[in-house]
């Protein structure tokens, strides 16, 4: 064979071997709680487009918005059964099953920014941790995306730590309840669609709903007049974890697009929270709400409330005491520990 034709034919095979490269197609269907109008489900859906447009189509997402599938608890299952391919939602509805989701969800007390918590993930060893967790439920975890510490609401003051004493709040269940009861407050678990009622009636005196924009969206702030900024008990993570084989069966390239696409969207959700707050908080003088910053002394001894309430949960599984001794070793490495 002349050298030219021999040019020819490795050039043909090239072109082959990209063509069925390029032919590989990816196909998963997700489901997140968050609704397509808030702040998160629109970055859910900048994600779907940036998968979509950094692949040239070649990875397709159908996404199921507001649990349309199946309930929010039930996504966890539903991807791993392959109902669904991947589970967008949040790892606190999987603390049924191990209580070390919950800190996969939200370690109440244990980091002041996103950015921190994120960085246990992707250079704490934290992404480790979590995929030894969800491995025997054949899930992978592929990233978190979260906004950042919510805002405790009340209709008395809620200057530090002595002003919880007695203060009953709406709380959700599990490990919050148990760290406010431990600094004096009286928790009330209700679900989210009883805090206004409650609110208005006196059978709460505050809610942990959400962050300082999204409580000033839901009109929290029309009722409970004092609020918390920025917070400090709770920043809950939401994730996007894939049934195990199916992310195996992805092609390398297709995962480092949607592994690319999960860091704009941590990095993007953060931000425009900020944003968000900040407005927000723009907005509250005017609707006479007092804004009250902990000092650094309240937030160590919520903090060391926190950790009283890791312990125990530490010794109740040994995954959970992997976790909360693998958070503990990064907050001391970051300079939070005290």
Not at 83 to 91: E, P, R, S, V, Y
Request: with cysteine; net charge negative.
């Amino acid at each position: 064979m002349t050298p030219i034709k021999t040019f020819a034919a490795a050039a043909t095979a090239a072109a082959l071997l990209t063509s069925a490269a390029s032919a590989e197609t990816t196909t998963l269907r997700i489901q997140t709680h968050q609704s397509p109008e808030s702040t998160s489900g629109k970055m859910v859906t900048q994600f779907v487009e940036d998968v979509e447009r950094m692949s040239g189509g070649d990875i397709d997402i159908e996404m199921f918005y507001s649990s349309a599938v199946v309930k929010s608890a039930e996504t966890f299952d539903a991807a791993a059964n392959g109902i669904l391919d991947c589970d967008m939602t949040n790892g606190s509805y999987q603390t049924g099953k191990n209580p070390a989701f919950q800190f996969v969800a939200d370690t109440m007390g244990g980091y002041d920014t996103p950015l921190q918590y994120l960085t246990w993930i992707n250079f704490g060893g934290g992404k480790e941790k979590i995929n030894e967790l969800y491995a025997p439920y054949g899930m992978h975890f592929i990233g978190a995306y979260l906004g950042g510490q919510e805002s405790l609401n009340s209709t008395r003051p809620l200057r530090g730590v002595e002003d919880l004493k007695n203060f009953k709040f709406r709380s959700p269940p599990g490990m919050e309840s148990e760290i406010f009861a431990e600094l004096g407050a009286k928790p009330v678990v209700m679900d989210f669609t009883e805090i206004f009622t409650a609110l208005e009636t006196g059978i709460i005196d505050g809610a942990d709903a959400s962050t300082l924009a999204n409580n000033v969206g839901l009109g929290i702030y029309d009722i409970a007049k004092h609020t918390t900024f920025p917070g400090f008990h709770s920043m809950s993570s939401d994730q996007l974890a894939c049934n195990s084989t199916k992310w195996e069966s992805v092609p390398d390239a297709h995962k480092a697009i949607i592994e690319t696409a999960m860091q704009k969207l941590a990095l993007q959700l953060m931000m425009r929270t900020i944003v968000e707050n900040g407005e927000a908080k723009a907005k509250l003088p005017e609707k006479g709400v007092t804004i009250y910053n902990w000092s650094e002394e309240d937030r160590a001894t919520f903090r060391a409330a926190a950790q009283k309430a890791w312990d125990d949960w530490a010794t109740r599984t040994p995954e959970t005491k992997s976790m909360v001794e693998s958070h503990k070793a990064f907050i001391n490495r970051i300079g939070l520990g005290g």
